[in-house]
């Protein structure tokens, strides 16, 4: 995998950025208000429909 890791907020702004030489550990704060508000706003899984989902999702032995 050749890297260059990153976190972004919910609406896509970068928060913190790893280089593309070097080894490293990314790590940084995410504001979980902003993510319940883009959540509510936007609404993606206001239409999902786990029920329906059936054996799909039962585990394996």
Known sequence: FY?????????????AEASRDKDE???AEMDLDLIE????????YRD???DTYGDMTEQLP
């Open 3 to 15: 890297g260059q890791s990153y976190f972004v907020d919910p609406r896509g702004q970068f928060i």
């Open 25 to 27: 550990v990314v790590v």
């Open 48 to 50: 999902r429909r786990p």
């Open 37 to 44: 508000e883009v959540r509510r706003t936007w609404q993606f």
